[in-house]
């Protein structure tokens, strides 16, 4: 089964970069982003739950606020995506 790591320390084109591996020791950028719909987006964390990984993330909403959002993660045709 082909693991998927988000890369939160770089970001292309102002989204999430994720990497994939099948042995979890030589991994390999997957083509694309997720999350293009918030380029703002910091911080992310995964969780996951009853079969669901869900993304949580914060935007910066204003000075000194934030906004957390959610997406859920799926593994379409080999490539993480967010619904």
């Known amino acids: 089964m082909a693991r998927q790591l988000l890369d939160g320390r ?6 999430w970069p994720s990497n994939r591996s099948d042995d979890a020791l ?20 995964v969780l996951v ?5 869900l993304l949580y993330y914060f935007t ?4 000194r606020t934030s906004a957390v959002g959610v997406a859920e993660l799926d593994l379409r045709d080999g490539r993480l995506t967010t619904s």
């Open 10 to 15: 770089r970001r292309l084109g102002r989204a």
């Open 26 to 45: 030589t991994w390999a950028r997957q083509p694309g982003t997720i999350l293009r719909d918030d380029p703002r987006a910091h911080h992310a964390d």
């Open 49 to 53: 739950r009853d079969g669901r990984a």
């Open 60 to 63: 910066p909403t204003g000075e």
